[in-house]
């Protein structure tokens, strides 16, 4: 558990600490967009098959490092394992997206939300944790993660995805103490969640926000970033002699980098929407930053990608402190070799805006 790290660029670059070029790992690097990926699924049955059995989250995993020379590795989870473990009836239903078969939406469905217990009900995530790093044997940092209250929220009150959350907008306005209620039963459950992933073997953590951006500036404050903050407050920063980086992502939250800046994190993800020059402007050296090529960027060819890789560190500029990465996920028909030129872009272009750092 406690091997040397021969590649910690990742938890340096998260703490703003020199590196001789820039770390590089994909928001979800193990997908559909893999064979060896899609052949695992269809050994284990369904998604939530391989998500609840920690020897295939364990291979899924791994497979990305396998192919690429990536810098992290991703517990390959899913953002709903606490309403799973609270029983709201999770279901994955093929084309259609995650299903709550329980959504809560009044008084007595929030009344009957518990914090699962990690050590029981989310064994199975803590139990690939400690798989996975053994596995890893030191080759690269894992990193934990978790969905934002707001986020997992607003599976839980709509009943999966939505294009105009409804229910949950409505519970802003019209019953927003209930709602504050179930999002704190989501908070608490998060920071116990996290750290469990933390004492089982991550060695950094990540926040995904990823509907934040359908609030409005005041109702984010309040209903989502307020709730990232406690996480981040509550959660264990030193393991293994070392500090344990978090990092809060809200895909469309550039117009609250600042705020964010302010929450308590390493670092921030940044979404391809916003300049990494302006990030870097705006949060005023204050956190890390990771990102922000545009997932789309990947369908274009080889060369193209370089340009745009040349772009994403052009715009962070000379200095530490970022890490490279997708502004959000890397999308299922995506060519493996085009995800393979970005990770080798990185690796060429990169070293210039280090100067000085010893390997």
């Known amino acids: 558990m406690t091997a040397a790290l021969a590649n910690d660029l990742l938890l340096r670059a998260l703490l703003r600490q020199p590196t001789e070029r820039t770390p590089v790992w994909m928001m979800r690097q193990a997908g559909r967009y893999l064979p060896e990926y899609r052949a695992t699924r269809a050994r284990a049955g369904s998604f939530l098959a391989m998500c609840t059995n920690p020897q295939y989250a364990c291979e899924v995993t791994l497979q990305p490092l396998d192919r690429f020379p990536l810098d992290a590795a991703i517990l390959f989870s899913d953002i709903l394992t606490i309403p799973h473990a609270m029983e709201l009836g999770l279901e ?7 299903k709550i078969r329980r959504p809560v939406r009044s008084t007595a469905d929030v009344d009957a939300l518990f914090v699962p217990d990690p050590s029981r009900e989310l064994r199975y995530v803590v139990d690939a944790v400690s798989l996975i790093r053994r596995e890893l044997g030191g080759r ?9 209250p707001w986020t997992v929220g607003t599976y839980m009150v709509e009943g999966g995805s939505s294009k105009n959350f409804a229910h949950i907008k409505g519970m802003i306005y019209d019953a927003p103490g209930l709602l504050h209620r179930m999002l704190d039963v989501v908070t608490r459950a998060t920071i116990d969640y996290l750290n469990a992933q933390v004492e089982a073997g991550a060695q950094a953590v990540m926040v995904f926000d990823t509907w934040g951006g ?3 500036p005041a109702r984010y404050r309040e209903f989502s970033l307020n709730y990232m903050a406690r996480i981040v407050e509550g959660l264990t920063r030193e393991r293994e002699g ?9 895909k469309g939250g550039g117009a609250w980098l600042d705020r964010m800046a302010d929450a308590g994190a390493d670092a921030l993800g940044v979404d391809w929407t916003t300049d990494l020059a302006e990030a870097r402007r705006i949060t ?5 930053l990771q990102g922000n090529l545009d997932p789309c960027v990947l369908y274009g060819s080889p060369e193209v990608i370089r340009e745009e890789v040349a772009r994403v560190l052009e715009s962070y500029g000379p200095g530490h402190g970022h890490v490279f990465n997708l502004g959000h996920g890397i999308h299922p028909d995506v060519k493996p070799e085009h995800a393979g030129a970005m990770v080798a872009a990185v690796h060429e272009l990169s070293p210039q805006y280090h100067p000085g750092s010893e390997s």
Not at 92 to 98: D, I, Q, T, V
Not at 140 to 148: C, D, E, R, T
Not at 284 to 288: D, L, M
């Open 92 to 98: 994955f239903e093929a084309g259609e997206g995650p």
């Open 140 to 148: 690269v940092p894992l990193i934990g993660f978790a969905g934002s």
């Open 214 to 216: 359908a609030l409005s």
């Open 242 to 250: 070392r500090r344990v980086p978090v990092v809060l992502f809200t």
């Open 284 to 288: 005023g050296g204050r956190v890390a």
